[in-house]
């Protein structure tokens, strides 16, 4: 299978898209370490892949992104157990517009300390196997959904960072690929705990409401099979597919130089 013999590690592992990423992994012969902080959910989640997949083929760890330390513990305890890591997918997240410290903690800083864990451990350059590192945005990473700022920001940031961190590879020779999935409107707990998280922007929620009429909402499965598709295109680096309801396109960003 495409991807026998290769480790991969899991932010928000437990549910939603975190969830369908782990079973795609394993349905194409990776082993998959799950970082979450929902124990419950990681655990039963976890119970489950065993009879599927077998107790080797994938581990849980319950693990808060916002702590280096926790974050630190459980990378290294994925690379103890399969002996390396080749894939690495950012995906942990939130919107909460009221308490924003918190999503920008998670969302972006989040994102930023597990890049750069996961660079300690690929880099070529510090006898590292190589690899590639997915982060999770959002379409909200490439245009600004007004009834959630702070989402929005958190979003465009981990743009701005994985672009970054791609071209620094680049240059440098790490031997790490870094790219972005950028989903539109997914059926998962983020879109059912909508009408508690935009705080002083609820009454914005109409509208948001509206684009998701316009766009349609996608299924966790259709988000994955993009995933499966950004991972095994040796070729990217450094660019953001999007997952639309008609289909997947890459963005086009216009060039700088
Ligand atoms: N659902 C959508 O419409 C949509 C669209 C585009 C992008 N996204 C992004 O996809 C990613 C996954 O979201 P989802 O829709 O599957 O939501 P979800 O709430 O179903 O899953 C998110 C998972 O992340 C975990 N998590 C939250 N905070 C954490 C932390 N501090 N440390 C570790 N784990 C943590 C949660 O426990 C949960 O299991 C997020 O980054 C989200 O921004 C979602
Ligand atoms: C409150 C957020 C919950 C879901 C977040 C998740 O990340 C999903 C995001 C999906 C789509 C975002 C689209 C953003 C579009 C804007 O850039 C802009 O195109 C909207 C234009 C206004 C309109 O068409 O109504």
Known sequence: MALDGKAALVTGAAQGLGKSFSEVLLQHGAKVAML????????SLKESLDQRYGADRSLFIPCDVQSQQQFKDAMQKAVDTFGQLDIVCNNAGIVDER??????????????RGTYLALEH???????????????????????????????????????????????SKVSGYGVRFNLLCPDFVQTNIL?????????????????????????????????QAFLQLLLDQTKDGEALMVLGNGSQYYPFPSLE
């Open 36 to 43: 979450d902080v929902a124990e419950e959910a990681g655990k």
């Open 99 to 112: 308490a924003w410290e918190e999503a920008v903690s998670i969302n972006l800083m989040g994102v930023i």
């Open 122 to 168: 690929m880099n070529k350059l510090t006898g590292g196997p190589g690899g590639v590192v997915i982060n999770v945005a959002s379409l909200a990473g490439l245009g600004p959904l007004l009834s959630a700022p702070v989402y929005t920001a958190t979003k465009h940031g981990v743009v701005g960072f994985t672009r970054a961190m791609a071209d620094a």
């Open 192 to 224: 059912s705990a909508l009408t508690s998280s935009l705080g002083p922007f609820a009454h914005l929620r109409d509208s948001t409401k509206h684009l998701m009429e316009k766009h349609g909402i996608l299924d966790v499965s259709q988000v994955s």
